[in-house]
């Protein structure tokens, strides 16, 4: 189930659970058949006569709209009633009302009723509800859904404007002058390529710094390295997000990948590695500190250097060295 909390965009491939629904009291809570696919099936549809673009989910029981798109629709009287879905990261997931919508495939007409959401991922989620009583199918290998018995089929459409917010699991601190891999929670089950970025509000935080990456997400979780430059700790909050992920793409590898570099999500604790051999002159020193001040005296490109002092110019002096220090570090990925 495609979901998103207060503070940004969520996704589960894996199925939501309902919790209760008014106003006739509650029922069971119901455990969907999860999707076939950890990337999404996006498609090109018309909703009520309109262009939109819809999430085609085998793992979602319930086709969805997002309120936000359907005050721009003609639609028939929402019917309301107050539901709570459970996502598989235990994240609650609302919906006020339903409504009958009109949904054309290509030339194929059909029809849904559908769940009205305030924090959907997408526009349009169709779930088993349409999939089945429209005798739709997806082909992961053609990248097609068709409609059997006909000839109507449509090309999957890339997921790159999808973003996920990346959440901490548990509480973080960071000690002054630390690099350290913290677990994050994210709302894609598995995936070898995602994007990391880190998102503007933690960017906003002083001295804390996270690098854009690539990410390896396995069982809604990865981990992301995050420096402290500051002389003393910072604290950051379970359920913090920290930043968006989205899918590699033919367009994002073009952009983003040359800048990037897979990070290494078997080790939980302080980052660290053996190899203390200088990348230039391959000199081995006995730890890691030796092997960075090498680095900034001796062997770090002309362009890194100029590329730090432009980063930190508009910082004050004890800032500048506070930061700077850090960066230097990190000197192969500015």
Request: hydrophobic share 35%; aromatic share 6%.
């Amino acid at each position: 189930m495609w979901a998103i909390g207060p503070s940004g965009l969520q996704l589960s491939t894996k199925p939501f659970k309902r919790v209760a629904r008014a106003p006739d009291g509650g029922v069971p809570m119901k455990k969907q058949q999860p999707s076939s696919s950890a990337c999404p099936v996006i498609i090109k549809v018309r909703i009520n006569n309109t262009p939109q673009t819809a999430i085609v989910d085998t793992g979602a029981a319930t086709t969805i709209i997002h309120q936000n798109v359907l005050k721009h629709l003609r639609h028939h009287k929402m019917q309301k009633s107050a539901n709570t879905f459970m996502t598989a990261t235990n994240t609650a997931f609302h919906t006020t009302g339903t409504v009958d919508l009109i949904v054309d495939i290509g030339s194929f007409r059909t029809y849904v009723t559908a769940e009205v959401s305030t924090n959907l991922v997408t526009n349009v989620l169709l779930g088993n509800d349409w999939i089945q009583k429209n005798k739709i199918n997806t082909d992961g290998a053609d990248r097609r859904v068709f409609v059997k018995g006909t000839s109507i089929s449509l090309k999957f459409e890339d997921p790159e404007h999808i973003q996920y917010p990346v959440l901490l699991i548990n509480q973080a601190i960071i000690r002054p002058g630390e690099e350290k891999l913290i677990d994050v929670g994210v709302q894609v089950e598995k995936s070898d390529n995602m994007i990391f970025k880190p998102s503007h509000k933690f960017q906003g935080i002083k001295h804390l710094y996270a690098t854009s990456r690539l990410l390896a997400v396995k069982h809604f979780s990865t981990k992301v390295l995050v420096m402290n430059a500051d002389d003393r700790p910072h604290m950051l909050s379970r359920n913090t997000v920290i930043g968006r992920i989205s899918y590699l793409t033919p367009s994002t590898i073009c952009t983003i990948l040359p800048k990037l570099a897979p990070i290494n999500t078997e080790n939980t604790s302080t980052h660290s590695t053996t190899n203390n051999r200088c990348r230039q002159c391959y000199q081995k020193f006995s730890s890691r500190s030796q092997l960075h001040i090498h680095l900034q005296e001796n062997c770090h490109s002309q362009e890194i250097r100029d590329e730090i002092e432009q980063l930190t110019s508009y910082l004050n002096t004890h800032q500048v060295k506070q930061v700077q220090k850090t960066m230097w570090r990190y000197g192969k990925i500015v």
